[in-house]
Each structure stands twice: as structure tokens, then as C-alpha cells.
């Protein structure tokens, strides 16, 4: 009896709270009846919350809402927060909301509240908002993409293209055709160090995509942004403490397919000697064999384990919301591969002007990559007018390299009856981090009039590349016999380290006098200085056999067993790679803003004081030892803004722009150690300066589309590129690549950016046309009488116009996607082309050897299941091969290579990367 009263009263009880929940929808719209995609909207009683998020029609629902007073509040970036008392009876509800817009300008940067943050919505209303031309991406479609580091996300972004590693993955980022060196990566608005050898560009492939909030690519620069970058910046914003308590965590498994033709090459890291024998006993110290590893040199085919992904970010406020505190980490490990078709190319001999191959090489290549990205970042806000925050990111990528190559003056195959090889392994770790500690404030003083911000920054970037080895052998097949292989001389092995580090103070202050309050006004000023100091150390040890003739499977089986002499027991520490530089900069600027009805005009200039040098320790007497270039840059700087409609932008721009070399670029010393050519330091080579100008028109229909178009033009004075030249003459002595001022160059181009949803599925679409041109002095080998092929072989020099190096007139993104809100199902199939492009500038008339036009196709799919989401990633799908080529038919009486199937063209380079597939699952709680 009991049990029948006890189910008897549940019923009860059931059926009347199913009487008493009823279904509570809506929609929320914008001020021109548009409506609002990704908006918060809550329900309140105190015992029964309710939250959902606005779909792509603006639609939210709750299905089961019991009946009672509730408020209701809705809150979207740019907009006053809505709040309305709401009675949910016995009857369905059909709420209809409209916002109103709320946005200030904070030091130029959009304060729109804290919600919504990394979504697409706060994207958009960013780009609109800016004072300069941006693109921004969200966390939100970063998390969608197939994208896992920062490199990947960049490609994607109107007017930028990329340049791979030697794993096919994306690295550096190619601003509007300028190369790599013309711009800059800042980490919450900070510049920070590279952890590269010679140069100053970040590689962006050490930085997780998961703990971004957005990525936000500067087109145009102000007077308070650091002034040498021609092409632009890129800025990682890093997630910051949310309002409410914040789980978000992810974990993937991934393979490459290149490991399923053939397997990885793996060797024993943990026998290698991190430091050379003159670091660990002293320069004077000469070495001996049993100073040095043999194990780590045994290269292992194994079937490597699957890609690993993994990290998770958590963030709360405490102190009533005056505390915030945000912490995250991401682990990747990954195996990747190459196989790599390789040419040496130079110049006809003969005086036909056309490319000649000397020999051919087959390389295939394993990398393991490591990497582990920590970040936190932790904010106190006193009050309303005054907080502070400390960030800290620790980024680490690690390279475990193995090479197989095989060298020959012919066609490498079975079918080959006598041929001649050279046999080599390289094995290569490379230790490569950033870390970067800043602390900031920001301060509302004097009735808010005037505002005050500052950062104190510390970074430091690392490299280190120990005992990098190659071991080279000879062999071939005669007689159609494969012939044993015997040790080759002069086999290398080399440690390289380097680091970079940075002190830098801000300081910034914006006044708004009453003076100007009719033209919402205010004056801007502020300054910067930064004491740079980076080091380098070199050492290479040269090894001959012992005795020199040591045949395979007679006297040796691997390198262990090989008998070593050493050539220079001291190693090379007096090598041009021993270097200290150093630079200081001071900067300080000055803008004015005003706002006449619809126009807004910012103008400024900002003035930097340059004082860049090295000290070397290299010994070699035509060296130049130490050098030093001061130097100070006045930069002007305009920006209008017309806004005819509130969702409508006009913008043109001027600034002034320049471009430093690079640390190692002006040291005089050469450095041969790279794969194909030798780098050698330009002392004379200078700083480049750039005007640029800009106009874009943008439209934002709504939170989540847009429609932009835009133009540029940018006349560079002495830009600096990698030339190829010889060390002593046209003729004769070694090809180096050296950097070089190259006269002046233009670059302007066309740029679109669409995004559009047409109910659950949406474009995005961009497209950049580049066109630039430089007129440089090239080189050619002719007949001194045209008509007579007996006569005399000269060199003479003319002029030829060319692109830009790293510049392609076609680049274009096209993204396909569906969203269904309801049913929590995102698809997204994305297309990237890059087209062809200078890749290394040739000293001769025609032979430039280009990139051919790169198209990769990636897909994505994710499903949401209650707080989890599970989800599939897929990368280069078409496995398109990377291809350098030379626009010239190649010299006709050689010997026949592979390959070489272009009419009209000689191909130099070929890369096959294969297809990377990725599951996962990701977890993400808001509120607790």
C-alpha cells in the first residue's frame, strides 16, 4: 500500500510539472532588424536558470521552462546588455528582441565587455571597429578548422600565403606577397624574439592554435605599433580569464600516410652529447673519438606510433569578479615525412642561356616533432578605472630529424647498369622555445579623461642544435652489381646555439581635452625602448677515415664500426657563426583623433632610433670583426575612416614603413652548413623603407557575415633578398646566398573577403591579386659573336624585371560550411591555393627558380553531444606535391633525368608530403 501511495503522489507530481513547463523561443535582432548569430540569452528565477545561444536565424528555444517570474537578460558584443521581466505562464512564449548598440573606443582598442569572447561575432565587430585595416580570426573558427598550430590558421586569412618546413607543414607567413622578413609576430601585442638561426621572422608553427582567443592580422600599422613592418603583423591574442569558470579541453589521435608507403626513419636520441667536447673541457681542448657518440648516427625503420594531441585550458574569476586567473596547456607530438627530388642547377656553360643539371638527388626524410605550449595569464582589477595584468607563455618546439639521400650525375633506378652514388645520412635535433613574461596596467584617471597604459615585458627565444652529423659513403653498381659502399672524407659533425632576448618597456597615455569633445577627440602619445641582446655559438668537427679505404661488409657494417681520424681536434669556435649582436631601439609617437559626423581621422607619426651591431669571434683575417649601424627613422602616418551607414566602413591609410636586417645577415663570415647553398653576411647591406598605402571598403551585414574589398600599394627603397652569387666572381668560387639591397621595388594588389550563411550552410571566400616588380642587374654568358659559336665565351650584364622573392599574383581561400545548431553538427571542407612564386633569386638572366602554384584541400567535421564534441580532421587531401622549377627548357645534350617531363621547363625540386588524418574528442564546461 505503501509503495502504491508513494507512486501515486509521483504521478501527481509529474503530470503537474508537466502542465507546468511550457516552451520559451525568440528572436534576437539588431538595431536594422538583422538578426544576431552567437548571442547569450538567460533565464533567472533564482531556483531554475535557463542559457542557450542564438542559431544562424537569431533563434533561441527552450522547450521545457517551468512556469514562474523570471528575468530575462541577453548580452552581444557591441550591444547594451537587454533585461525585461518575463511571466511564463501556462501558454507558449515567442519573445522578440531587439538590441542596441554600445561600443567605445578604449586606447584604440574596442572595449565591448567580456562576453562572447573568441567568437566570430567579436571578430567581425573588431574589424569594424579598428582605427587600422585588420583581419581577425576567431577561437571559435579556429576550434572548427582542421588547423593545429598558428602557421596552419594564418594561411587562411585574406592576402596571406605561406612557407612550408621541411615537413610540408606551414611555418612563415607571406603578408601581401612580402616576404617573411617584412613582417613582425607580437603575443598579446608584444614583440617577441626568434628562436631562428640568422633571422628575425617568428616561426608561427611553435605556437599551439588552442589557446588562442583570436588571431588578428594588421594590414596597416599606427603610430603606436612598432614600425618595421612593410607587409604587416600578426598578433596572438591569448585566452584571458572568463567571466564565469571555463573548461576546455581536447585530446586527438593522428596518423600520416607518407608511413604507410614506407617507414620512418628513427635514431637513439638519448646517446647524443647535448654539449661539444670544447664546451664540456674548454676551448683549447683536443678531442678524441671517445669524446664522441656512434649510437645516435644508427638510423632504425619502424612503423612510428600515432600522432598525439593533446590540451586544455581552465579559467574562474574570484574575489567578487576582481581576480581572474586562466592556465592552459597543449602537448603535440607528431611523425612527419618527405620525399624529395633534388637538383643542382647552374648556368649552361656553353652560352645558351639555358639551365644545366650537374647531378640529382633522391632524399627521404622523418621528423619527429615535439610541442609544448604552457600559458597563463592573471588580472587584478581594483576598481573600474584601474587593473593590472602578468602574462607568462613558455613555447617549445622540438625537431628529431633523419635523412636518407642518395646523390648521382643520373637517373637513380635498377635500370642503371654502371652508375656511380653518393650515399648519405643525416641525423638532426633541433631544441627551439620562446618564453615570454609581461606585465601590464591600464588606468582611467582624471574623470576619465585621461587613460593610461604600460608594459613591462621580458622574452627570451632559444635554439639549439646539437651534434648535427652527416655520414657520407660512395658506392654504385657496375656491371649492373651493386657495389660495396666505402667512407667518403671530410664527414661533419656540429653544434649550434643560439638565443635571443629582449627587455622592452610601453608607455602610452591618451588625454581627451574638453577642447575636443565636439569631435570626440583626444591626443595620443607614447614611447617604447627595448635592449636586445643575442648570442651565438659555432663548432664544427671534420672527421676523415682511418685507414681511407673501408669497405662495407668487409670492415664495416654501420658507423660504429668505422675507424676515425679527426681533422681539427679543437673544432671551429673562430667560425663566423660566433657572434654577439646587439640592438637598441627607442621609439616614441604622437596621434591626434577626431571624428567629424561620419568621418574619423587619425594622424600621427611615430620616430624610432636604431642602434644595431655585432661583435664577432671569429678569427679569419678578411673578416670584418664588429660592425655597427645607427640610424633614426621619422614616420608619418594617416588613417581615414567614413562611415556612411552603421554597418558600412570607407578606410584609406598611409604610414611609413621599415625593414632592419637580420642579426646575422650583416656579419662578415659565411656559413656553410646549409642543404643547398652557403650564406654569407652583407656588412653593407641596409635597412629597407617603405611607403604603403591602403583603401578597403567593408560591409557587416550581421554578427557573423561580411563583405570586404580593398586595395594597396607599397614603394619599397632598397628592399632586401636572398641573392644567389658567387663568393670571388662570375666564374668562379662557390655560389652563396647573400643578402642584398636590390634597387626599388612596388607591390600593389586587389583584396576580397567574403562570408555568408545562407540559413545552415555558409562561404567564406577570399582572393588577393599581387603585382609587384624590381629591376635588378643580372648576369649572362654569350658568344662574343652571336653568329659565330667558335668565338669567344664573355659575361655581360643586363637588367631584368621580376617579381618580388615570395611574392604569387594568385592567392585565394574557399571555405565551405554547414552549421546546424540544433543538432550540434559543424562541417567544413576548406581549399587553400598559393600561385607561383619566386623561391631563390638567380644571379643569371632568366634562371630564377620558381614555385609552381600549390593548391591543398583540408576537411573537418565535428559533432556536439552534450559537452563533448567529438570530431574528425583531415589535411592535404589531393597530397600536392610542392614543386620548384626553372622557366627554361634545360640544357638538351645532358644526361636523362627523371622528372623533367615540364615542356619548356626544367624542374629543380619536387616534394611529396602525403595525407594526416586526426580523431578527437573535446570536452568544454561554462559555469559550475
Known amino acids: 500500500m505503501k509503495k502504491f501511495i508513494t507512486l501515486f503522489l509521483i504521478s501527481i507530481t509529474l503530470v503537474h510539472m508537466a502542465h507546468a513547463q511550457v516552451e520559451v523561443s525568440g528572436t534576437v535582432y539588431d538595431e536594422y532588424n538583422q538578426p544576431l548569430i552567437g548571442a547569450v540569452v538567460t533565464l533567472k528565477n533564482g531556483s531554475s536558470d535557463h542559457s542557450a545561444v542564438t542559431d544562424v536565424d537569431g533563434r533561441y528555444a527552450w522547450s521545457t521552462v517551468r512556469q514562474g517570474s523570471y528575468e530575462m537578460e541577453v548580452s552581444f558584443i557591441g550591444f547594451k546588455n537587454y533585461k525585461k521581466a ?13 538590441m542596441n548598440p554600445d561600443s567605445q573606443v578604449l586606447s584604440e582598442v574596442v572595449i565591448m565587455g567580456s562576453v562572447n569572447r573568441g567568437t566570430e561575432a567579436q571578430a567581425r565587430k573588431l574589424e569594424q571597429m579598428a582605427n587600422n585595416t585588420i583581419n581577425v580570426v576567431s577561437a571559435k573558427s579556429i576550434e572548427l578548422s582542421p588547423d593545429i598550430t598558428v602557421a596552419n590558421v594564418v594561411q587562411r586569412v585574406s592576402g596571406l600565403s605561406i612557407e612550408r618546413n621541411a615537413s610540408g607543414d606551414p611555418q612563415y607567413a607571406i603578408v601581401r606577397g612580402m616576404d617573411k622578413r617584412y613582417n613582425y609576430t607580437l603575443v598579446n601585442g608584444v614583440k617577441i624574439p626568434s628562436p631562428d638561426n640568422k633571422n628575425r621572422y617568428v616561426p608561427l608553427d611553435i605556437f599551439p592554435a588552442q589557446m588562442l582567443e583570436r588571431l588578428e592580422v594588421a594590414k596597416s600599422l599606427s603610430p603606436d605599433m612598432e614600425g618595421d613592418a612593410i607587409g604587416g603583423s600578426v598578433n596572438l591574442v591569448m585566452k584571458s580569464a572568463p567571466e564565469e569558470f571555463e573548461v576546455n579541453a581536447d585530446f586527438q589521435l593522428g596518423y600520416n600516410t607518407i608511413h604507410l608507403n614506407r617507414p620512418f626513419y628513427s635514431y637513439d636520441r638519448a646517446t647524443e652529447n647535448r654539449f661539444s667536447p670544447a664546451e664540456r673541457f674548454g676551448s683549447r681542448y683536443e678531442a678524441n673519438m671517445s669524446d664522441f657518440s656512434t649510437r645516435n648516427l644508427i638510423i632504425n625503420p619502424i612503423n612510428p606510433l600515432p600522432d598525439l594531441f593533446g590540451g586544455i585550458t581552465i579559467g574562474d574569476r574570484f574575489m567578487q569578479g576582481k581576480l581572474g586567473v586562466m592556465v592552459g596547456a597543449s602537448v603535440q607530438n607528431s611523425f612527419r615525412g618527405a620525399d624529395r627530388d633534388w637538383y643542382k642547377v647552374d648556368v649552361d656553360p656553353l652560352g645558351t642561356g639555358r639551365p644545366a643539371l650537374s647531378s640529382f638527388q633522391m632524399r627521404k626524410t622523418s621528423i619527429q616533432q615535439f610541442r609544448l605550449g604552457l600559458h597563463s595569464k592573471i588580472d587584478y582589477q581594483f576598481n573600474k578605472r584601474n587593473n593590472i595584468s602578468l602574462y607568462y607563455g613558455d613555447f617549445t618546439l622540438n625537431d628529431f630529424e633523419s635523412r636518407e639521400m642518395i646523390t648521382s650525375d643520373r637517373d637513380i633506378s635498377p635500370d642503371n647498369v654502371n652508375a656511380t652514388y653518393l650515399f648519405q645520412t643525416r641525423i638532426r635535433s633541433t631544441y627551439s622555445g620562446i618564453r615570454n613574461a609581461t606585465l601590464q596596467g591600464k588606468h582611467n584617471l582624471a574623470d576619465e579623461r585621461l587613460l593610461v597604459d604600460w608594459s613591462a615585458v621580458y622574452s627570451r627565444a632559444e635554439f639549439d642544435r646539437p651534434d648535427n652529423a652527416i655520414f657520407s659513403r660512395n658506392g654504385g653498381v657496375e656491371n649492373g652489381v651493386e657495389m660495396p659502399q666505402n667512407i667518403e672524407r671530410r664527414n661533419p659533425r656540429r653544434w649550434e646555439k643560439h638565443y635571443d632576448q629582449d627587455f622592452t618597456l610601453h608607455l602610452n597615455m591618451l588625454y581627451k581635452p574638453a577642447l575636443l569633445d565636439d ?14 641582446e643575442r648570442g651565438a655559438l659555432f663548432n664544427r668537427y671534420r672527421f676523415d677515415p682511418n685507414p681511407p679505404f673501408q ?28 657572434y654577439n649582436a646587439y640592438e637598441q631601439i627607442g621609439a616614441y609617437y604622437g596621434i591626434l583623433h577626431l571624428e567629424f559626423g561620419k568621418l574619423d581621422v587619425n594622424a600621427g607619426a611615430r620616430v624610432e632610433h636604431t642602434n644595431q651591431g655585432y661583435v664577432s669571434r671569429t678569427t679569419n683575417q678578411f673578416e670584418l670583426p664588429k660592425l655597427n649601424q645607427i640610424y633614426t627613422d621619422v614616420l608619418p602616418n594617416l588613417s581615414l575612416k567614413y562611415k556612411p551607414k552603421s554597418d558600412v566602413n570607407l578606410r584609406s591609410s598611409y604610414y611609413k614603413a621599415i625593414n632592419r636586417p637580420g642579426y646575422f645577415e650583416i656579419v662578415d663570415g659565411i656559413s656553410d652548413e646549409d642543404d643547398e647553398f652557403p650564406f654569407k653576411g652583407n656588412p653593407d647591406v641596409q635597412r629597407a623603407i617603405a611607403d604603403n598605402f591602403d583603401v578597403r571598403y567593408e560591409y557587416f551585414p550581421n554578427a557573423n557575415e561580411q563583405f570586404l574589398f580593398g586595395a594597396f600599394y607599397k614603394r619599397i627603397e632598397d628592399p632586401i633578398e636572398l641573392l644567389l652569387v658567387r663568393q670571388t666572381s662570375l666564374t668562379t668560387g662557390p655560389r652563396n646566398l647573400t643578402p642584398t639591397n636590390s634597387g ?6 586587389l583584396e576580397m573577403d567574403y562570408s555568408k550563411f545562407f540559413n545552415n550552410i555558409g562561404i567564406r571566400a577570399n582572393y588577393t591579386f599581387t603585382r609587384s616588380s624590381l629591376t635588378t642587374t643580372k ?5 662574343e659573336n652571336p653568329d659565330d659559336t667558335s668565338s669567344e665565351l664573355i659575361l655581360r650584364e643586363v637588367n631584368q624585371t621580376r617579381p618580388l622573392q615570395g611574392q604569387a599574383d594568385h592567392i585565394g581561400n574557399l571555405s565551405l560550411l554547414y552549421k546546424n545548431q540544433k543538432t550540434g553538427t559543424d562541417l567544413q571542407l576548406s581549399a587553400v591555393y598559393t600561385g607561383e612564386r619566386i623561391e631563390i633569386v638567380s644571379p643569371w638572366l632568366d634562371l630564377d627558380i620558381w614555385s609552381r602554384p600549390f593548391t591543398q584541400l583540408d576537411f573537418s567535421i565535428e559533432q556536439k553531444l552534450g559537452n563533448w564534441v567529438v570530431f574528425g580532421k583531415a589535411n592535404n587531401l589531393l597530397n600536392t606535391p610542392y614543386e620548384l622549377f626553372v622557366k627554361s627548357p634545360r640544357k638538351t645534350e645532358q644526361l636523362d633525368f627523371p622528372l623533367q617531363d615540364r615542356a619548356g621547363q626544367t624542374i629543380v625540386q619536387r616534394d611529396f608530403f602525403w595525407q594526416s588524418f586526426r580523431l578527437g574528442v573535446r570536452y568544454k564546461i561554462n559555469g559550475i
Open 86 to 98: 518575463l511571466e511564463v505562464s501556462n501558454s507558449s512564449i515567442d519573445e522578440l528582441v531587439k
Open 519 to 532: 569631435y570626440k577627440g583626444y591626443i595620443k602619445v607614447g614611447g617604447m625602448a627595448r635592449d636586445k
Open 551 to 578: 669497405e662495407q661488409g668487409t670492415d664495416w657494417n654501420d658507423f660504429r664500426d668505422v675507424q676515425w681520424d679527426i681533422l681539427n681536434p679543437t673544432g671551429t669556435l673562430g667560425h663566423a657563426l660566433n
Open 744 to 749: 626599388t621595388a612596388t607591390n600593389w594588389g
Open 779 to 783: 648576369s649572362e654568358r654569350v658568344r
